[in-house]
């Protein structure tokens, strides 16, 4: 209880004192480069290849005659929208970019240039932080939005190309009983988990004491208590969100 305190003091903190308007524009057009171009490349590997698997495996478990074959691309398209593109990600994102921001704080930290910011005057959790999640609230739905396109185009390639259903058979359950809802509820999810993600990570490596080591040590308490924040947001935004 006394760290999730100092965590909720650590957010009131980034919205006062803070900088002009346009130094946190420039501040965040930075983060989304580092944040989200550069983090493209990855999620597009890592989602084609999980639609890819998905679907042979969908259709490895379907093997009734009574069942049509379009189901299959059906069941990605809900995989892939529901978690997959959201959760999953979510998870490659704080590994990656989470541990970034933790071991770039911890390491301003130890090296005391928070604390020449301070003396300058400026909210360094403000103009430090705040930037980093917003930019990762901005270009984290779009990752997502990305990483679910590129998912049913990976099980699109390989259901056709290895004969498991044609093409007609796999558009034909992408767009077989399609509810939009599903990808409000994914965006929903995309943005919490981008919140808790940079934030949790920032804290973590705003707080960073010692050495070296203690920026490693910053950087891997950031990923697992980003990752266990995600699993439980998302067990709660089903619950909220799905139930009837």
Known sequence: ???????????????????????????????????????????????????????????????????????ISQVVREMTVLEL????????????IGSSMAGGLGTMRITEQIDALEVMGINSSSYLVLPKIVASMMMYPLLVIVAGVCSMIGGYLVGTLTGILTPTEYI????SIFNDYTITFALIK????????????CFKGYYTQGGALEVGIASTDAVTSSVIAVLLADYFLANLLLSS
């Open 172 to 175: 034909m359950g992408i767009r």
């Open 1 to 71: 209880m006394k760290e999730f305190g100092r965590y909720m003091i650590f957010l009131g903190s980034l919205v006062v004192r803070r900088e002009t308007f346009i130094t946190y524009y420039r501040l965040v057009i930075d983060e989304c480069m580092q944040i989200g171009v550069k983090s493209i490349s990855l999620f597009v590997l890592v989602s084609t290849f999980i639609g890819a698997v998905t679907t042979v495996q969908t259709a490895f478990n379907l093997v009734t005659p009574l069942v049509p074959r379009y189901v």
């Open 85 to 96: 593109a959201p959760t999953i990600m979510a998870i490659i994102f704080a590994g990656k």
């Open 190 to 201: 995309s943005v919490v988990f981008a919140f808790l993600i940079a934030s949790i990570s």
